[in-house]
């Protein structure tokens, strides 16, 4: 018998990963509430990522994760989510390694939408 918190997580590991998904979903939720499409996009500093572009790349990572655990398409790209923000349905765009000018292209239409 496993025992201990790796013991639990490795018994419930869907249960687990159901929570931390809804417990981020939750999180940005709360944080982005009330703000404008032009607050989302505000960078600090011309280097920095915006809070719509952060959110953006949080839920593309987890489309990416999940569509690799069921075996599905992502949904950015099977629920047409690419058409939202204007850009090409490319399973491999979740924002890892983006320049600058990537970072600007990620505009979604609008505030809801993020």
């Given amino acids: 018998m496993t025992t201990g918190i790796w013991g639990a997580i490795r018994m419930n590991l869907p249960e687990f990963v159901v929570k931390v998904v809804d417990t981020v979903h939750s999180e940005v939720q709360q944080s982005l509430d009330g703000m404008t499409l032009e607050q989302l996009m505000w960078r600090p500093t011309p280097h920095s990522n915006s809070m719509g572009w952060l959110a953006w790349h949080i839920a593309r990572m987890q489309d990416s994760r999940a569509a690799s655990i069921s ?9 047409g989510w690419h058409e939202l923000f204007s850009m090409l349905p490319d399973p491999l765009n979740n924002g890892r390694g983006h320049t600058d000018e990537q970072v600007d292209a990620v ?8």
């Fill in 71 to 79: 075996g599905d398409e992502q949904l950015w790209v099977s629920n």
């Fill in 107 to 114: 505009r979604p239409q609008s505030a809801e939408v993020v």
